[in-house]
């Protein structure tokens, strides 16, 4: 099935990525205000670790479960209305977040906001691609790319202060006003699609795909309070893999699949989607344990902990419009692999802070995170967005998609519950409260330990993009730019 977009007048192309950068923004932006708050639920909320964790897996699970689903029903009903009733799903559930009375009612209420993050965002990659020549694809991506980093300087920056002045309810209740401007720009400016023909859903997919996802999370984040070993533990495991299975199985039996698994077959596409997973999986992992660290070690007020959070997203969002620009010109390996190699001196960086760790020294620690995050993004967004025809931009802005929300999660899940493990580790066998609550040694020699698991990641990612490299002797910018 085909799709015909209503090319827009090309002076209208950046009212467009207003649009839809904004969709991006106002998700990155809520991931961001969210994690600030963390340590403050732990204690609103009598909760442990493990638990608050679902204040950000709930909603980056949700937005990775239904974001096939989502790619299916744009092609079914269209891009604009998806957007549309996304943008109006994410601000009723900001509204409601902010008034849940309990931790279960405000997860609650974070996948109703994550069901409209993912209307509004999961298909943008593919118009931005659409709707910018092939001469400036990587200059509109890399903006793309920066919006998402705004998002995350503004969601820590405004968060740390309304935790400050107001309350942690204020950092959701915001998101209402900028979902109403996010709406009337869509509203304006986004061009119509005529979706061709009937479609039939793939709900085995759609199930199995959500259900097995849902499994696995639960067994990362519940099986440091269980017990990885446990019978339950190691059923649920078996489960999340038999119901994955199932969901590959269908796949590539259905006419009229959820996910066009034949995509993968495209060596330069499988590659830079994992390593664009990998980079997540980093970046959510360690910068998940930042709040903990400013917070109860360092003792630090919220809106300072907030400007230090949105630190990270700084360096992205200044080093991902360059690096954009760059890919248009130079090989994609080089900007990439530079990228990666930053990431991974940041991961080392950041297993040095200690108590005595000052301001500037935690910033200077971060740097590189931000800025190999930056420079990874751009060119590999492109890299990925150009691998396919333009009748697949869909399916592969679904699974770009999918790459950061699972990198994201599966970071938060996995490197969350080592960071737990480690730290109970550490504070020795007499030691009976959270996590958060042990000595100051304890935790940071569990953060040492994530940092270390996260460079050994990030190297994986150096490994693929090497071979991948070797594999592709055409020039990123040149496959980009390919019909």
């Known amino acids: 099935?085909?799709?015909?977009?209503?090319?827009?007048?090309?002076?209208?192309?950046?009212?467009?990525?207003?649009?839809?950068?904004?969709?991006?923004?106002?998700?990155?932006?809520?991931?961001?205000?969210?994690?600030?708050?963390?340590?403050?639920?732990?204690?609103?909320?009598?909760?442990?670790?493990?638990?608050?964790?679902?204040?950000?897996?709930?909603?980056?699970?949700?937005?990775?479960?239904?974001?096939?689903?989502?790619?299916?029903?744009?092609?079914?009903?269209?891009?604009?209305?998806?957007?549309?009733?996304?943008?109006?799903?994410?601000?009723?559930?900001?509204?409601?977040?902010?008034?849940?009375?309990?931790?279960?009612?405000?997860?609650?209420?974070?996948?109703?906001?994550?069901?409209g993050g993912a209307f509004a965002i999961a298909l943008?990659?593919?118009?931005?691609?659409?709707?910018?020549?092939?001469?400036?694809?990587?200059?509109?991506?890399?903006?793309?790319?920066?919006?998402?980093?705004?998002?995350?300087?503004?969601?820590?920056?405004?968060?740390?202060?309304?935790?400050?002045?107001?309350?942690w309810r204020w950092t959701f209740f915001v998101g209402f006003p900028l979902s109403c401007i996010s709406l009337i720009l869509a509203w304006l400016y986004l061009p119509k699609d005529r979706p061709r023909g009937k479609e039939r859903f793939d709900w085995t997919g759609a199930v199995a795909f959500s259900i097995g996802l849902l499994a696995l999370m639960l067994f990362l984040t519940v099986g440091e309070s269980n017990g990885y070993g446990s019978p339950s533990m190691i059923g649920l495991f078996a489960f999340s893999l038999l119901t994955l299975a199932l969901f590959i199985h269908t796949e590539r039996r259905v006419q009229e699949p959820l996910i066009d698994l034949t995509i993968f077959r495209n060596p330069q596409f499988s590659l830079s989607l994992s390593t664009r997973l990998i980079s997540f999986v980093v970046l959510g992992g360690v910068t998940l344990i930042f709040p903990f660290y400013l917070t109860n070690l360092l003792s630090l007020e919220p809106s300072v902990v907030g400007l230090l959070l949105a630190v990270t997203y700084l360096f992205f969002g200044l080093a991902s419009p360059v690096a954009g620009a760059l890919s248009d010109r130079f090989s994609y390996h080089f900007i990439a692999g530079a990228g990666l190699i930053l990431l991974g001196i940041g991961c080392y960086t950041v297993s040095t802070?200690?108590?005595?760790?000052?301001?500037?020294?935690?910033?200077?620690?971060?740097?590189?995170?931000?800025?190999?995050?930056?420079?990874?993004?751009?060119?590999?967004?492109?890299?990925?967005?150009?691998?396919?025809?333009?009748?697949?931009?869909?399916?592969?802005?679904?699974?770009?998609?999918?790459?950061?929300?699972?990198?994201?999660t599966s970071g938060v899940a996995a490197l969350g519950a080592l960071w737990a493990v480690r730290v109970s580790h550490y504070a020795g066998p007499e030691f009976s409260g959270g996590v958060t609550q042990a000595a100051a040694a304890a935790q940071l020699a569990g953060l040492r330990d994530v940092s270390y698991v996260a460079l050994a990641i990030v190297v994986l990612g150096l490994a693929l993009g090497a071979w991948g490299a070797v594999k592709d002797k055409v020039p990123a910018h040149a496959a980009a730019n390919s019909p």
């Open 353 to 408: 802070l200690s108590v005595e760790t000052t301001i500037l020294g935690f910033i200077l620690r971060v740097t590189p995170l931000g800025l190999g995050m930056g420079l990874f993004q751009s060119p590999n967004n492109s890299a990925v967005m150009g691998a396919v025809r333009r009748e697949r931009l869909g399916v592969a802005s679904g699974l770009n998609t999918i790459g950061r929300t699972l990198g994201r």
């Open 124 to 167: 943008s990659m593919g118009i931005v691609t659409e709707t910018f020549p092939r001469n400036e694809r990587g200059k509109a991506l890399g903006l793309f790319s920066a919006s998402v980093s705004a998002g995350g300087v503004a969601g820590p920056l405004l968060g740390g202060v309304l935790l400050d002045l107001l309350s």
């Open 1 to 115: 099935m085909t799709r015909t977009l209503l090319a827009p007048p090309i002076d209208r192309k950046w009212l467009i990525f207003a649009a839809l950068s904004s969709g991006v923004f106002l998700a990155s932006f809520n991931i961001g205000i969210a994690n600030v708050i963390l340590p403050t639920l732990v204690v609103e909320f009598n909760v442990d670790f493990a638990l608050v964790q679902w204040v950000l897996l709930s909603f980056t699970l949700t937005q990775t479960a239904i974001s096939p689903t989502v790619g299916r029903l744009g092609d079914m009903l269209g891009h604009k209305p998806i957007f549309l009733w996304g943008t109006i799903a994410f601000a009723l559930g900001s509204i409601l977040a902010g008034l849940a009375p309990n931790i279960e009612l405000l997860l609650a209420f974070r996948v109703v906001q994550a069901v």
